[in-house]
């Protein structure tokens, strides 16, 4: 059977993530706050007429290429980020020889949930 996925993942393989998820997502979402600074800055820099650089444009680029180099993380792994602010995340995985993901939010504790690949979030079940 062709699978879309490459990687699938157990519960136990992606519960083991969870604490390392966890650490990726608060800093994805530290950088994304930081992003947002850094552009406002740089906004009101051009408005102003002022040329910009230096170190405001150093840490916008600093920050984009740290985000960059987590998200690869995530993609190397085939995990999936579906909301960051909530912390949403999927995993492809196997259940009785159907492709699916399992499903945690940052603020479970455990990896208990699936969902078919088409119904997301919504037609989440938890797993057996």
């Not at 995530?74 to 159907?98: T, V």
């Amino acid at each position: 059977m062709k699978y879309q996925f490459e990687k699938h993942y157990t519960r136990d393989e992606a519960q083991a993530l969870v604490p390392q998820l966890r650490q990726w997502l608060e800093r994805l979402n530290r950088l994304r706050e930081d992003l947002q600074r850094f552009e406002k800055r740089l906004g009101g820099m051009t408005d102003q007429g002022h040329d910009i650089g230096g170190e405001t444009v150093n840490n916008w680029i600093r920050a984009l290429a740290d985000m960059q180099a987590i998200l690869a993380e995530f993609q190397r792994r085939e995990i999936f980020i579906k909301d960051l602010s909530r912390g949403l995340i999927d995993f492809p995985a196997i259940i009785g020889g159907r492709e699916v993901f399992l499903c945690w939010e940052s603020d479970e504790d455990t990896v208990e949930f699936w969902h078919d690949l088409e119904t997301g979030f919504g037609g989440r079940e938890r797993l057996i």
